[in-house]
């Protein structure tokens, strides 16, 4: 049992660390800002804030430097910036066709981005392991070799148990139950924590945060490629479900009569509007690709009708079920990704007609439907938010003399 005054104590150091928090989110997410910004965002007072910043700045994960005077009254305040080459990490990604790395530093300042294309089809865990390490590697020899990353996440496209790092399922790759997370670890030889996530869900964090679903607190993303991911956002939180596996909105049955799906059922939501589908309704093979895709949205920009009717098509499917998504969940916006981005401009009044005969009127005047602004990158740079996120909620953590945050962190 705590005495009356240990548990002021144990009540102000609560305060302390989520007053730290406060600050260092509103500089993650913001940028640089003022001392009197700081106050006005955080609801502290101006006497707080000086200090908490004094603690971060002594830390090294914080800057302040002199305002410039803008010919306003009253003394001006100094700018905080975050240190962002203090406080790294790596984020990684294994997209359909192609693999990516990022090293990325606190307030989403991008240091190193690589992105190598990988032949499509499926490949053994060894092989995507030696990949990625190789391309981190590469990374971090373009950078200091003090900096450190902290932590490290990868975005897949595929079913992951986040807890344990395990992808239950990715058809793209031909994996089931394969222990990604602790193979990445031994071989990155980091001696970090990584986190393995859903690329779709990270998708939707880094649109939230950085992209094209700012300001809104409730958010669906969607990504199109072969399969059809989702991200969804509740409230500023992901919608996760028991085991991590909720969003998969590309398994709404949709179409009884339809095709087979990957996962064994028939007329999943992506096999109306799917890479597939597209490919099929404009006469190419099933299987073609990106170079299929490409031409297909070459024809189509061209005025071929072919294209033009089968991404109209797909537009329409992708209405549908949009409809029905935006009656579920009642987003402020939904973020399109990947291939449904790219064929957008043809299909935006498809798909506004499709939302207002199918969702609820209600619902369909809070929601905007709009493409995703961070486009191929989104689950990368949505990896390393999730990467961060540990140093936002308790950034006390890493206030300790240099050196002795990479072993706090691997703690
Ligand atoms: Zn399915």
Same mark, same amino acid.
Do not use: K
């Given at each position: 049992?705590?005495?009356?005054?240990?548990?002021?104590?144990?009540?102000?150091?609560?305060?302390?660390?989520?007053?730290?928090?406060?600050?260092?989110?509103?500089?993650?997410?913001?940028?640089?800002?003022?001392?009197?910004? /700081?106050?006005?965002?955080?609801?502290?007072?101006?006497?707080?804030?000086?200090?908490?910043?004094?603690?971060?700045?002594?830390?090294?994960?914080?800057?302040?430097?002199?305002?410039?005077?803008?010919?306003?009254?009253?003394?001006?305040?100094?700018?905080?910036?975050?240190?962002?080459?203090?406080?790294?990490?790596?984020?990684?990604?294994?997209?359909?066709?192609?693999?990516?790395?990022?090293?990325?530093?606190?307030?989403?300042?991008?240091?190193?981005?690589?992105?190598?294309?990988?032949?499509?089809?499926?490949?053994?865990?060894? %092989?995507?392991?030696?990949?990625?390490?190789?391309?981190?590697?590469?990374?971090?020899?373009?950078?200091?070799?003090?900096?450190?990353?902290?932590?490290?996440?990868?975005?897949?496209?595929?079913?992951?148990?986040?807890?344990?790092?395990?992808?239950?399922?990715?058809?793209?790759?031909?994996?089931?139950?394969?222990?990604?997370?602790?193979?990445?670890?031994?071989?990155?030889?980091?001696?970090?924590?990584?986190?393995?996530?859903?690329?779709?869900?990270?998708?939707?964090?880094?649109?939230?945060?950085?992209?094209?679903?700012?300001?809104?607190?409730?958010?669906?993303?969607?990504?199109?490629?072969?399969?059809?991911?989702?991200?969804?956002?509740?409230?500023?939180?992901?919608?996760?479900?028991?085991?991590?596996?909720?969003?998969?909105?590309?398994?709404?049955?949709?179409?009884?009569?339809?095709?087979?799906?990957?996962?064994?059922?028939?007329?999943?939501?992506?096999?109306?509007?799917?890479?597939?589908?597209?490919?099929?309704?404009?006469?190419?093979?099933?299987?073609?690709?990106?170079?299929?895709? %490409?031409?297909?949205?070459?024809?189509?920009?061209?005025?071929?009708?072919?294209?033009?009717?089968?991404?109209?098509?797909?537009?329409?499917?992708?209405?549908?079920?949009?409809?029905?998504?935006?009656?579920?969940?009642?987003?402020?916006?939904?973020? /399109?990704?990947?291939?449904?981005?790219?064929?957008?401009?043809?299909?935006?009044?498809?798909?506004?007609?499709?939302?207002?005969?199918?969702?609820?009127?209600?619902?369909?005047?809070?929601?905007?439907?709009?493409?995703?602004? /961070?486009?191929? %990158?989104?689950?990368?740079?949505?990896?390393?938010?999730?990467?961060?996120?540990?140093?936002?909620?308790?950034?006390?953590?890493? /206030?300790?003399?240099?050196?002795?945050?990479?072993?706090?962190?691997?703690?």
């Amino acid at each position: 049992m705590f005495t009356g005054r240990d548990e002021v104590g144990q009540r102000s150091e609560t305060v302390r660390r989520a007053n730290l928090s406060a600050i260092v989110r509103e500089l993650h997410l913001r940028g640089p800002l003022s001392r009197s910004e /700081l106050v006005a965002r955080t609801g502290l007072t101006r006497s707080a804030i000086r200090a908490l910043i004094g603690e971060l700045v002594a830390g090294e994960l914080v800057a302040e430097e002199p305002a410039i005077r803008l010919g306003t009254p009253g003394r001006p305040s100094p700018v905080v910036r975050l240190e962002a080459t203090n406080a790294v990490v790596l984020a990684l990604e294994i997209a359909i066709d192609s693999l990516a790395v990022a090293i990325v530093g606190a307030g989403g300042v991008i240091l190193e981005r690589r992105r190598v294309d990988r032949p499509r089809g499926h490949s053994t865990l060894d %092989d995507i392991v030696a990949d990625l390490a190789e391309l981190a590697r590469d990374a971090r020899s373009r950078r200091p070799a003090a900096e450190r990353p902290f932590r490290v996440a990868v975005a897949v496209a595929g079913i992951v148990s986040r807890a344990s790092g395990i992808v239950r399922f990715a058809p793209n790759l031909g994996w089931v139950d394969v222990p990604l997370g602790a193979r990445l670890g031994e071989a990155l030889g980091l001696d970090i924590p990584i986190d393995v996530a859903n690329e779709s869900d990270l998708g939707a964090l880094a649109e939230f945060r950085r992209g094209a679903a700012r300001g809104a607190d409730d958010v669906l993303y969607t990504h199109g490629e072969v399969g059809v991911g989702g991200g969804i956002i509740v409230d500023g939180r992901p919608l996760d479900g028991v085991g991590g596996y909720g969003g998969e909105i590309g398994h709404m049955p949709v179409n009884p009569a339809g095709r087979a799906c990957r996962c064994g059922s028939t007329g999943c939501w992506e096999t109306e509007v799917g890479e597939g589908a597209l490919l099929s309704r404009a006469g190419y093979p099933l299987d073609g690709g990106r170079a299929a895709v %490409d031409a297909v949205l070459g024809e189509a920009a061209a005025g071929r009708p072919e294209a033009l009717a089968a991404i109209e098509q797909t537009g329409t499917w992708l209405g549908i079920g949009l409809a029905g998504l935006v009656n579920i969940l009642n987003p402020r916006r939904v973020v /399109l990704g990947g291939l449904f981005a790219r064929i957008f401009p043809f299909v935006d009044d498809i798909v506004a007609r499709g939302l207002d005969r199918g969702a609820l009127v209600a619902s369909r005047e809070l929601v905007s439907v709009v493409p995703s602004t /961070l486009g191929v %990158d989104a689950p990368l740079l949505g990896a390393a938010e999730l990467a961060f996120e540990p140093l936002i909620v308790d950034p006390a953590t890493w /206030l300790v003399p240099r050196g002795a945050v990479a072993s706090l962190a691997s703690a």
